[in-house]
């Protein structure tokens, strides 16, 4: 595999937004790096569903009496979700140089079935 190609799925992970748009717009008929493309950005999701659905849940449980506790206790199942994000981003980044397409853990296959 060319050493272009695997730059280029590397910047889907390094810079999530601009390597987005740039796979988009310049990378977008190579099936390797529309791969990635496809779990750096299911990875993004995750941390980003995972913060939004505490903030709501969080604000709701607040206004019970003593309900913010809860919220700060929930709020261990987002550090799980950037842990987890971690790891799954470590190991995209490892199948990138190796010029594997595997699925990262946790949330690849769902990443996988992304549109794009």
């Known amino acids: 595999m060319k050493l272009s190609t ?11 937004v601009i390597g ?5 717009l310049f990378q977008r008929n190579n099936p390797f790096v529309r791969f ?8 993004f999701i ?3 569903a995972a913060f939004v659905g505490w903030a709501g849940i969080g604000w709701l449980i607040a ?13 261990t199942l987002v550090l799980v979700a950037i842990f987890a994000a971690a790891f799954a981003w470590i ?8 010029a594997r397409k595997a699925f990262i853990p ?8 992304l549109p794009i």
Do not use: E, T
């Open 6 to 16: 695997r730059i280029s799925a590397l910047l889907a992970y390094l810079l999530p």
């Open 63 to 75: 206004w019970i009496p003593y309900g913010f506790v809860f919220s700060v206790a929930l709020f």
């Open 36 to 43: 990635h493309l496809r779990q750096s950005m299911g990875v």
């Open 46 to 48: 995750v941390l980003v």
């Open 20 to 24: 987005w748009l740039y796979i988009g």
């Open 91 to 98: 190991l995209g980044i490892v199948n990138v140089l190796r």
């Open 106 to 113: 946790f949330f690849g296959r769902w990443a996988d079935r």
